[in-house]
């Protein structure tokens, strides 16, 4: 089964960090995945996160520890066009990605 | 670069008709996917296939709904007898692996409106 958990919401200003904590229980765990989802639009690939530790992708970095089930999303530098809803998916060995709820950031000036 | 298709971009259909979503997923992944959003909640996943049959599926994914891969580009959902609230956003995704190790790469989705 799954059971994921991000916060709805959060705002920061631009030019500033954000990270989006991700808490998870699921069985057969293979790894995690961050999704971005723009208002209306298909959800597109950030990160994914199979070891332990932190991979770094430009502005956008993503931690995992699999032994406490959490993983967070590191937002640098923040930029209006970063608003937009973070998506939480962890993935597991049937086939299967699931999706938080998502984390909601506005980015304002 | 390549990427999954959907068609139509949106749907309206009258409560009770049968709907067929249509994705073309990229060209070499093997694992096919339908996820649905309602307006305003988080993305669901409904069914994954390969190898010509259905890996997984949720208990969303009841007897209304069927997917088929009809030839070699297409993948499709079919759903009977639409309800209200089969309303929503359906997404198609792709990857080239299913060991929950790689991307899916999602479709711009299929806004379905149930009247």
């Known amino acids: 089964g799954q059971n994921i958990d991000q916060p709805t919401e959060m705002t920061a200003t631009e030019g500033a960090i954000v990270q989006i904590n991700c808490t998870y229980q699921?069985?057969?765990?293979?790894?995690l995945f961050w999704y971005q989802q723009h208002a209306g639009e298909a959800p597109t690939f950030l990160s994914y996160?199979?070891?332990?530790g932190l991979e770094e992708k430009g502005r956008f970095s993503s931690f995992l520890s699999r032994s406490k089930g959490y993983s967070y999303l590191l937002l640098k530098e923040l930029q209006m066009k970063d608003s937009a809803s973070y998506l939480c998916a962890p993935s597991s060995n049937d086939y299967k990605l699931s999706f938080g709820a998502g984390t909601t950031v506005t980015v304002r000036a | 670069e390549p990427e999954v298709t959907q068609t139509p971009s949106h749907q309206v259909t009258q409560m009770g008709q049968e709907v067929i979503l249509r994705c073309v997923p990229i060209s070499n992944h093997l694992y096919f996917y339908w996820y649905r959003q309602i307006l305003g909640q988080k993305v669901e996943f409904l069914v994954s296939f390969y190898n010509n049959e259905i890996s997984e599926k949720s208990e969303i994914f009841d007897d209304q709904f069927s997917v088929e891969r009809p030839d070699g580009s297409n993948f499709t959902l079919k759903i009977r007898s639409t309800k209200l609230e089969d309303s929503a956003m359906y997404f198609c995704?792709?990857?080239?692996?299913?060991?929950?190790?790689?991307?899916?790469?999602f479709g711009q989705g299929t806004r379905l409106t149930v009247v």
């Open positions: 699921t069985s057969g765990f293979n790894g």
């Open positions: 995704a792709s990857s080239g692996k299913g060991d929950g190790g790689t991307e899916a790469f």
């Open positions: 996160n199979v070891l332990d």
